[in-house]
């Protein structure tokens, strides 16, 4: 066995420093999932960085350039957990260039407002993504009410 894919998504946001809105994506394949919501994103090539392959997926899936920030920080030191196969490690991006459209695995792109959590944790995620979701909303609201004390 090898160990893990490594998969790496991105959580786009309007802005690093004052983020309003987040870009999610509805996927089209594999059928189980088509027509439920993900963070953009894919799996790491061999030889290359996961810092890397977010921006080469970013680019190939919504046709955007990003500026990265931190990462979510996930439960386990891999990632957060997607299948039995596969972890994913997610970053805050920003869009440095590009206007995002549905380039590929997907049919639709959509801004949601961090400010209503229903919003986000109301759209069909797909089931592995959910909790990356909640911890993302939690972070933001953290980071948000710490700014404001």
């Known amino acids: 066995m090898t160990g893990l894919i ?3 998504g991105g959580a786009v946001l309007d802005s690093l420093a004052e ?3 987040l870009l999610v ?3 089209t394949a594999p059928p189980q999932f088509a027509g439920m919501w993900e963070f953009p994103g894919g799996k790491v090539e061999t030889g290359e960085s996961d810092e890397d392959a977010l ?3 970013l680019r190939e899936e919504l046709g955007i350039g990003i500026t990265l920030g931190g ?3 996930a439960e386990t030191g891999s990632g957060w957990p997607l299948n039995e196969r596969a972890a994913m490690r997610v970053w805050f991006a920003e ?5 995002p459209r549905p380039l590929e695995d997907h049919d639709e792109l959509r ?3 961090l400010g209503d959590p229903d919003e986000a944790l109301g759209l069909p ?3 592995a993504d959910f909790p990356i979701v909640r911890a993302l909303l939690e972070t933001l609201a953290s980071r948000t009410g710490a700014a404001q004390s």
């Open 6 to 8: 490594n998969v790496v």
């Open 95 to 99: 869009i440095a260039d590009g206007e």
């Open 111 to 113: 801004w949601i407002r």
């Open 71 to 73: 990462e979510l920080p």
């Open 25 to 27: 994506a509805r996927r």
């Open 19 to 21: 983020p309003t809105v």
């Open 55 to 57: 921006h080469r997926e």
């Open 125 to 127: 995620w797909i089931p």
